[in-house]
């Protein structure tokens, strides 16, 4: 946490509190999260520019400066946010932008200090950094990327759609629910999938992350709040996580919850009815 969608919930609720303001004052309260950079050099670079528009790169956020003054770019990571309203706790403010709006003042909270700032000089440098650590993003991937990336590798799926650097954007939680979707085990190799399996795979990857992100995201603790301080919403109508030993909605299994090879400390929920390991392969008919 946050995955995809609750980035993609921080980005669409920054942008009207942000886009076109002028940052009059930046203050960075723990430098330990800047990359490359002292406090005093970010305030000083970033200080006094226009903000042009607010996007979103896998699980970053990605804040375009006018007039050629460069990135900020934000990896809120486990447990990094931004707040519009005054956090709950003043004791994990990391960053304070003061703007000229009527938000006068915008918070990045990160309780375990786990979360990067960093600064670009221009879109080239910062897509650099990316594609160093990233693969395409989950909304964005191709049938035959996806398809392409999975064949190179003989881990399981379900730890194969979480690793960045295959595709990005996709965590525990929206792992569960779109391999569900797709009627696959999560402990499948992934380059053993069928076409068709690819093809239901590649269609449950943006029909889940969209309906999560029209829900706000998920809340399942304190680490997840949206820029209001709500909490997402997804949880209450999802099918799989957190659901363990509950009745599967689509055939009445139980759901089971359990732990997989590559995903240490995370758990896994899946139907073993609706997501067999060894699905029935269809013959051949002449």
């Known amino acids: 946490m946050p995955e995809l969608p609750e980035v993609e919930t921080m980005v669409r609720g920054l942008r009207p509190a942000l886009g076109g303001m002028t940052l009059r004052e930046v203050?960075?309260?723990d430098e330990f999260l800047l990359v490359d950079h002292t406090a005093r050099e970010f305030e000083r670079t970033?200080?006094?520019?226009?903000?042009?528009?607010?996007?979103?790169?896998?699980?970053?956020?990605?804040?375009?400066?006018?007039?050629?003054?460069?990135?900020?770019?934000?990896q809120p990571r486990m447990t990094g946010g931004f707040w519009l309203i005054p956090p709950d706790r003043p004791d994990?403010?990391?960053?304070?932008?003061?703007?000229?709006?009527?938000?006068?003042?915008?918070?990045?909270?990160?309780?375990?200090?786990?979360?990067k700032?960093?600064?670009?000089?221009?879109?080239?440098?910062?897509?650099?950094?990316?594609?160093?650590?990233?693969?395409?993003?989950?909304?964005?991937?191709?049938?035959?990327?996806?398809?392409?990336?999975?064949?190179?590798?003989a881990r399981g799926i379900k730890p194969t759609l979480m690793d960045q650097k295959v595709l990005a954007g996709i965590g525990?939680?929206?792992?569960?629910e779109i391999l569900?979707?797709?009627r696959i085990h999560p402990s499948r190799t992934a380059s053993t999938l069928s076409n068709g399996e690819l093809d239901r795979l590649h269609a449950s990857i943006p029909a889940v992350l969209s309906e999560a992100i029209a829900a706000e995201g998920s809340s399942f603790d304190a680490g997840y709040r949206t820029v209001?301080?709500?909490?997402?919403?997804?949880?209450?109508?999802?099918?799989?996580?957190?659901?363990?030993?509950?009745?599967?909605?689509?055939?009445?299994?139980?759901?089971?919850?359990?732990?997989?090879?590559?995903?240490?400390?995370?758990p896994t929920?899946?139907?073993?009815?609706?997501?067999?390991l060894d699905p029935p392969r269809r013959t051949k008919t002449r």
């Open 27 to 29: 203050q960075v309260l």
């Open 46 to 74: 970033v200080q006094g520019a226009m903000v042009d528009r607010i996007d979103r790169r896998g699980k970053w956020v990605v804040i375009a400066l006018g007039d050629r003054r460069g990135l900020i770019v934000i």
């Open 92 to 115: 994990h403010i990391r960053l304070i932008l003061r703007t000229d709006g009527p938000r006068e003042s915008i918070w990045f909270c990160d309780n375990r200090r786990l979360g």
């Open 117 to 153: 700032i960093a600064w670009y000089p221009g879109a080239e440098e910062a897509e650099l950094a990316f594609s160093r650590s990233h693969g395409p993003d989950a909304l964005e991937i191709s049938r035959a990327e996806l398809g392409a990336r999975l064949a190179r590798t």
């Open 172 to 176: 525990n939680i929206y792992a569960d």
């Open 180 to 182: 569900f979707r797709a």
């Open 228 to 266: 209001l301080g709500l909490e997402g919403g997804f949880l209450t109508g999802n099918a799989m996580y957190g659901r363990g030993g509950q009745p599967c909605p689509n055939c009445g299994h139980a759901i089971e919850k359990t732990k997989i090879a590559g995903l240490i400390g995370r």
């Open 269 to 276: 929920h899946f139907c073993a009815r609706c997501q067999p």
